[in-house]
């Protein structure tokens, strides 16, 4: 459940000490299987959300620091797709091979019976 959290606004508990209990247990529990993995940017949710129950748990009387993985981040999306669109156009063929050739002269014969 917090897992995913992060993109919702409000996390309701039946009391307090469940609340305290239930963060202090994500919070401390190890990260495995990329849960509880942020990246290094500063605006990123994740963080921002483990550091927002961080200061929570401490409101509720606790002392539970959150455990988490940094995975560090070199390129943003945009230059993730700008970089695979290089290559995308880097692989394609000048010419079409012989083949490639053939199936589009024959395709010029083709005839759609609908």
């Known amino acids: ?5 992060y993109a919702i606004s409000t996390i309701v508990f039946n009391s307090h000490s469940g609340a305290r209990k239930a963060l202090d ?3 401390s529990m190890p990260c495995e299987r ?6 290094n940017a ?3 949710p994740r963080l921002a959300l483990l550091k927002k129950l961080e200061l929570l748990v ?3 009387g606790s002392s539970t620091i959150a455990l988490y993985q940094v ?3 070199g390129m943003d999306a945009v230059d993730v797709f700008q970089e695979m ?3 995308l ?8 091979t012989q083949t490639m050739k053939l199936y589009m002269k024959l395709g010029e014969f083709a005839v759609y019976r609908g």
Do not use: F, N, R, W
Request: glycine share 2%.
């Open 89 to 96: 156009a880097d692989a394609l063929l000048k010419e079409p």
């Open 34 to 39: 990329s849960i509880k993995t942020v990246s």
């Open 42 to 44: 500063p605006d990123d």
């Open 25 to 27: 247990h994500y919070l």
């Open 71 to 73: 995975q560090e981040c």
């Open 58 to 60: 401490k409101q509720l």
């Open 85 to 87: 669109g290089k290559k």
């Open 1 to 5: 459940m917090l897992e995913e959290s």
